[in-house]
């Protein structure tokens, strides 16, 4: 099941030469893993681990910017791990 949903995505994915589709493998399997199954109604990651994944996106944030340099900072300091 994994390849017949894999390998289309990869194809997608990948350059008119196929030299390059080692560079979304990481991608396409994460998105493989992350992605809610019609048959167990959960993902991969969530039976594996028990949880969701927490993306960097999904973080709120408490923080009031009044400039845009001043979320720019944030930013590369909460990059910065």
Same mark, same amino acid.
């Given at each position: +099941? ?9 194809a997608?994915?990948?350059? +008119?030469?196929?030299? =390059?589709?080692?560079?979304?493998? /990481? ?5 493989? =893993? ?13 039976? /594996?681990?028990? +949880? ?14 009044? +400039?845009?340099?001043d979320?720019? =900072? &944030?930013?590369?300091?909460?990059? &910065?791990?």
């Amino acid at each position: +099941r994994f390849n017949a949903t894999f390998v289309p995505q990869l194809a997608k994915l990948q350059d +008119r030469e196929n030299n =390059n589709w080692d560079e979304y493998l /990481q991608s396409i399997v994460f998105a493989y =893993n992350t992605g809610v199954h019609a048959a167990t109604q959960y993902s991969p990651f969530q039976l /594996q681990f028990g +949880r969701d994944p927490h993306m960097p996106t999904d973080t709120t944030s408490n923080y009031v910017f009044y +400039r845009p340099s001043d979320y720019y =900072n &944030q930013l590369k300091k909460s990059l &910065q791990l």
